[in-house]
């Protein structure tokens, strides 16, 4: 029984595959382009303060339109035969958008591609996250959750590992710098379509609505009921908006890893390999988390999380060298994983199955939306400041929040 129970079905397996193809890129977003679009600010004249912002702002523009975008495709996603579909739109569209960031010379042209991708990307996950109660069951939930950002960890470390050494080592092998970053953008543009094939060719939905005559107009209906009910349901309400709180420092922490670092004057390979380890790092941390999901109250486990990254958050007000930003990687490896993939597990189980579309939906808002404030938050802080650790600084205090809250939701009763 222990055995079925440990091994993977192909569909999970195909399923987690997305992930290994989807992390490429978000990988690359929080170590790679910040730095190529430092580059493109500093030959436009731009201060290492507004480059942090401009970067902050274009995060913060991507996520509200996935805030608001969202939760009315997941309720359309929702009816019969439409979540594959609007799934493989935007899984296909970012790694289109991606393999085209070599053309733009300017940093603005350049940013506003960058958010066509981000948005992308965002949005197919929200379809994606909600596939979940279609692949696996309630017990397997957790596991099948965490394995998939424990896989999407170490997987993307190979595109990245290999555009690596042609953006360091590309001039011995004649290799000029554009070109290594075309190489760059290119290969791990395909290895995101490569994972996504095999989940597109398999993938089923279990879980539906059956079509209606008016589409759009049952759409938003449903979403202002969703809306309504999400309110009325206090473990769910009290988990999204605990949830808001909590995921802000994560997101706002791999989206400006590198450009904070940059923005420091770390040495950027230092900054890159730096984040390699926290990949690598992730990888058993998440597998470790996957198992403890099974002897351990997956609540309990979230909380101890959110108490991490709060230490997290604390100790990166104050860095200022190489070595510090070495042991915050770590740090940030051990925790990442867990904390987001128990959050979409623990959300996928206290939802309706034949809805989780529209949920899910709610729960990017939640999380996008987070991300917009920290981003917004941080952007702000440092520009008026003209201190990056001031603008880190109020990451540390959702922590705080989000802990308090998800307190309150482990207290309720089923």
Same mark, same amino acid.
């Given at each position: 029984?222990?055995?079925?129970?440990?091994?993977?079905?192909?569909?999970?397996?195909?399923?987690?595959?997305?992930?290994?193809?989807?992390?490429?890129?978000?990988?690359?977003?929080?170590?790679?382009?910040?730095?190529?679009?430092?580059?493109?600010?500093?030959?436009?004249?731009?201060?290492?303060?507004?480059?942090?912002?401009?970067?902050?702002?274009?995060?913060?523009?991507?996520?509200?339109?996935?805030?608001?975008?969202?939760?009315?495709?997941?309720?359309?996603?929702?009816?019969?035969?439409?979540?594959?579909?609007?799934?493989?739109?935007?899984?296909?569209?970012?790694?289109?958008?991606?393999?085209?960031?070599?053309?733009?010379?300017?940093?603005?042209?350049?940013?506003? /591609?960058?958010?066509?991708?981000?948005?992308?990307?965002?949005?197919?996950?929200?379809?994606?996250?909600?596939?979940?109660?279609?692949?696996?069951?309630?017990?397997?939930?957790?596991?099948?959750?965490?394995?998939? !950002?424990?896989?999407? !960890?170490?997987?993307?470390?190979?595109?990245?590992?290999?555009?690596?050494?042609?953006?360091?080592?590309?001039?011995?092998?004649?290799?000029?710098?554009?070109?290594?970053?075309?190489?760059?953008?290119?290969?791990?543009?395909?290895?995101?379509?490569?994972?996504?094939?095999?989940?597109?060719?398999?993938?089923?939905?279990?879980?539906?609505?059956?079509?209606?005559?008016?589409?759009?107009?049952?759409?938003?209906?449903?979403?202002?009921?969703?809306?309504?009910?999400?309110?009325?349901?206090?473990?769910?309400?009290?988990? /999204?908006?605990?949830?808001?709180?909590?995921?802000?420092?994560?997101?706002?922490?791999?989206?400006?890893?590198?450009?904070?670092?940059?923005?420091?004057?770390?040495?950027?390979?230092?900054? /890159?390999?730096?984040?390699?380890?926290?990949?690598?790092?992730?990888?058993?941390?998440?597998?470790?988390?996957?198992?403890?999901? #099974?002897? #351990?109250?997956?609540?309990?486990?979230?909380?101890?999380?959110?108490?991490?990254?709060?230490?997290?958050?604390?100790?990166?007000?104050?860095?200022?060298?190489?070595?510090?930003?070495?042991?915050?990687?770590?740090?940030?490896?051990?925790?990442?994983?867990?904390?987001?993939?128990?959050?979409?597990?623990?959300?996928?189980?206290?939802?309706?199955?034949?809805?989780?579309?529209?949920?899910?939906?709610?729960?990017?808002?939640?999380?996008?939306?987070?991300?917009?404030?920290?981003?917004?938050?941080?952007?702000?802080?440092?520009?008026?400041?003209?201190?990056?650790?001031?603008?880190?600084?109020?990451?540390?205090?959702?922590?705080?929040?989000?802990?308090?809250?998800?307190? #309150?939701?482990?207290?309720?009763?089923?």
């Amino acid at each position: 029984m222990n055995k079925n129970q440990n091994k993977l079905t192909s569909l999970e397996v195909k399923w987690i595959c997305y992930d290994v193809g989807n992390s490429a890129f978000i990988l690359l977003v929080a170590t790679i382009l910040p730095i190529y679009f430092n580059t493109l600010c500093t030959s436009a004249g731009i201060a290492e303060s507004d480059y942090l912002s401009y970067w902050s702002y274009a995060s913060s523009i991507s996520t509200l339109v996935v805030a608001f975008l969202g939760p009315i495709l997941g309720t359309i996603a929702d009816y019969k035969g439409h979540k594959k579909k609007i799934f493989l739109t935007f899984a296909l569209l970012g790694p289109l958008a991606l393999a085209n960031f070599w053309i733009p010379s300017h940093w603005l042209s350049f940013l506003m /591609l960058y958010v066509c991708a981000k948005i992308c990307y965002s949005l197919s996950l929200v379809f994606y996250d909600s596939m979940l109660p279609d692949v696996t069951s309630d017990d397997h939930m957790d596991a099948v959750s965490t394995k998939g !950002y424990a896989w999407g !960890y170490i997987g993307s470390c190979v595109p990245f590992i290999i555009s690596l050494v042609f953006i360091l080592f590309g001039s011995k092998f004649g290799i000029g710098a554009n070109t290594a970053m075309i190489i760059a953008f290119l290969l791990n543009a395909l290895w995101w379509v490569a994972f996504t094939l095999p989940l597109a060719k398999s993938y089923k939905q279990k879980f539906y609505i059956e079509p209606q005559q008016h589409v759009v107009k049952d759409t938003f209906s449903r979403l202002k009921n969703t809306i309504k009910n999400a309110r009325k349901q206090k473990k769910i309400f009290l988990f /999204l908006l605990s949830f808001f709180f909590y995921i802000d420092g994560v997101y706002t922490v791999i989206d400006l890893a590198t450009a904070y670092g940059t923005s420091l004057g770390l040495d950027s390979t230092g900054l /890159l390999l730096a984040l390699l380890v926290t990949q690598i790092v992730a990888f058993p941390a998440s597998l470790i988390f996957a198992k403890l999901s #099974k002897v #351990k109250d997956t609540g309990n486990l979230i909380k101890i999380c959110i108490i991490a990254y709060f230490c997290i958050g604390v100790f990166a007000i104050q860095l200022d060298k190489q070595w510090e930003f070495w042991l915050l990687a770590v740090a940030v490896g051990c925790f990442q994983g867990g904390i987001q993939a128990l959050s979409r597990s623990y959300f996928a189980k206290i939802i309706p199955e034949n809805s989780s579309g529209e949920f899910f939906g709610l729960f990017d808002i939640c999380g996008k939306g987070a991300s917009f404030l920290g981003l917004l938050l941080v952007g702000f802080i440092t520009q008026i400041t003209g201190h990056q650790n001031y603008g880190v600084a109020a990451i540390s205090f959702m922590f705080v929040i989000g802990f308090i809250l998800f307190n #309150k939701v482990t207290k309720l009763e089923d």
